[in-house]
């Protein structure tokens, strides 16, 4: 993910509900951190992930996890 905002030093908190959901990776969408398709032009594939019950996920925002588009703290940040 060449797009993702390096100095934001946190991941993006949200509560979603089931479904799947589209990771932005190009930077370009107008609905982030959510792809809207901006990247068809380009060389970006958003990242494909599915919530099976309401929960509160964190988005990776540095670009740093092993599991996008999840945070999983290696950043330094710790998650509650």
Do not use: W
Not at 19 to 43: A, I, N
């Amino acid at each position: 993910m060449s797009k993702m905002n390096n100095d934001a030093g946190m991941p993006i908190a949200l509560t979603l509900d089931p479904g799947v959901y589209y990771r932005c990776t190009c930077g370009q969408s107008e609905s982030l951190p959510f792809c809207d398709g901006h990247h068809q032009d380009g060389e970006f594939s958003p990242i494909r992930f599915e919530v099976k019950e309401r929960e509160k996920v964190y988005l990776c925002s540095c670009g740093k996890t092993e599991n996008q588009p999840f945070c999983d703290g290696s950043c330094g940040v710790d998650l509650p």
